[in-house]
């Protein structure tokens, strides 16, 4: 192929299903063109003691500034060469090149190898006719129940008791302060906590250790951290905890009438509440049924399909997930500052489940390249309008903040799975 107007050789070669090097040879004539244009910059800019501006000789440049001049040349020489040779080749690297230079000579070519990780190319098998189960969906009066007490329990006031300990469903406003290896868990000890004594309130165990407590009293107690911790920065750590409970307040739900549920918004009465709740949970049902569907097609394909993969894929999935973590912690108001120390233990938990979705994604991808499913402009609008509808913001503004890039290919690869579906036979148990 040609640098501007001058031919370089290349050679390509498959060293692994995701991995090929690259050699480069680029010729003389090239090579010489680009060192010569190196020193007239560098003649032009430099300033030496005895030589007016854009006079100092060659020999000069070349004695104090050759090292110089031949990095920033080999630079120049591997960046144009390298981006032209993959646009030849119709490669798209999904790793950063390893780069080997060579020896740079005026009047000789100049070679050099880039060796970087490629898709694995996939002929995926088995992804029709394949026998699928579902699940048959139902809303029970309990799941309803369950609902309508969760909407109370939002709604409720609270009235604070005296003469009786802590129990489960109270709550209490109490000071704590804790420490995690010796450091503090927050800058300053945490006043007027408002806690609900209750399983799933922040952390795993904290609140039952204020059971049978009174106003005034204090209690220390460790807490040992799961490995899987959903706050990654504690995983699997010991939080050393001194709590000082100040107030207990009972909670008072609203009775369950037709007066709740019109307070509630656009319902009519009670009977209607429980009807939408209903049509909500049967649709998030329907929902997490497709979902598990859908992870049980992928599942068949990964042991229909076995392939290596690459590992920056893999890395950057990782990567991904992480950045997901720290997100959403910070939203939740934790302090994020030591997440560096624990995201190598979360690596590792990360590190099968990015496999799988790496997977998922390469085989999926190829489903798509044999049925030659594509995303049309009208398949992005449609996504673009729906997202905006969802978090209530202006299609063109969703257009800016959600790469388009990545959007088409989430679609392919659900045009991709509901073409496998179409193509199975499902029983629904």
Do not use: W
């Amino acid at each position: 192929m040609t640098l501007g107007k001058v031919y370089m050789k290349i050679e390509m070669e498959q060293v692994s299903s995701f991995r090929q090097k690259m050699t480069v040879v680029v010729p003389a004539e090239q090579v010489d063109k680009e060192v010569n244009r190196a020193y007239s910059t560098l003649q032009k800019s430099v300033r030496l003691r005895g030589f007016r501006p854009g006079k100092a000789p060659l020999s000069i440049l070349q004695r104090y500034f050759k090292t110089q001049v031949e990095e920033d040349v080999v630079s120049t020489l591997v960046q144009d060469s390298y981006i032209k040779a993959l646009d030849e080749y119709q490669i798209s690297p999904v790793s950063a090149p390893i780069i080997e230079k060579g020896v740079l000579e005026k009047g000789k070519d100049f070679s050099y190898t880039a060796s970087f990780e490629i898709k694995p190319a996939i002929v995926v098998q088995g992804y029709t006719g394949l026998a699928l189960e579902k699940e048959k969906v139902q809303v029970t009066e309990a799941d309803i129940e369950e609902q309508l007490k969760k909407l109370q329990n939002t709604h409720a006031t609270l009235k604070t008791v005296e003469g009786r300990a802590t129990q489960p469903g109270d709550c209490v406003v109490i000071d704590y302060e804790g420490t995690v290896e010796g450091r503090p868990l927050s800058a300053n000890p945490i006043k007027d906590h408002l806690l609900e004594i209750a399983s799933d309130s922040f952390l795993p165990g904290f609140s039952e250790n204020l059971i049978g407590l009174r106003p005034g009293d204090k209690k220390s107690f460790t807490l040992q951290m799961p490995e899987d911790s959903e706050r990654g920065d504690l995983a699997g750590k010991q939080i050393d905890f001194a709590v000082v409970v100040k107030e207990i307040k009972e909670k008072i739900v609203p009775p369950l009438d037709d007066e709740f549920a019109r307070d509630l918004g656009a319902y009519q009465d009670l009977a209607d509440l429980k009807q939408k709740i209903r049509e909500s949970l049967l649709a998030f049902k329907e929902q997490q049924r497709e979902d598990r569907l859908k992870d049980r097609i992928v599942t068949l394909l990964i042991e229909k399909n076995p392939f290596e993969v690459p590992p920056s894929l893999v890395e950057q999935q990782i990567q991904s997930m992480l950045s997901n973590t720290r997100q959403r912690l910070a939203a939740q108001g934790v302090n994020v500052e030591n997440f560096s120390q624990s995201a190598e233990k979360l690596s590792e938990l990360y590190r099968e489940p990015a496999e799988k979705q790496v997977r998922a994604a390469l085989l999926l991808e190829a489903v798509a390249e044999a049925e030659q499913l594509t995303v049309t402009e009208q398949d992005l609008e449609r996504k673009y309008e729906e997202i905006a509808r969802i978090i209530n913001r202006d299609p063109v503004s969703v257009k800016q903040t959600i790469d388009r890039k990545n959007l088409t290919a989430q679609l392919r690869e659900e045009k991709a799975l509901a073409f496998i579906i179409s193509q199975a036979t499902i029983t629904e148990i």
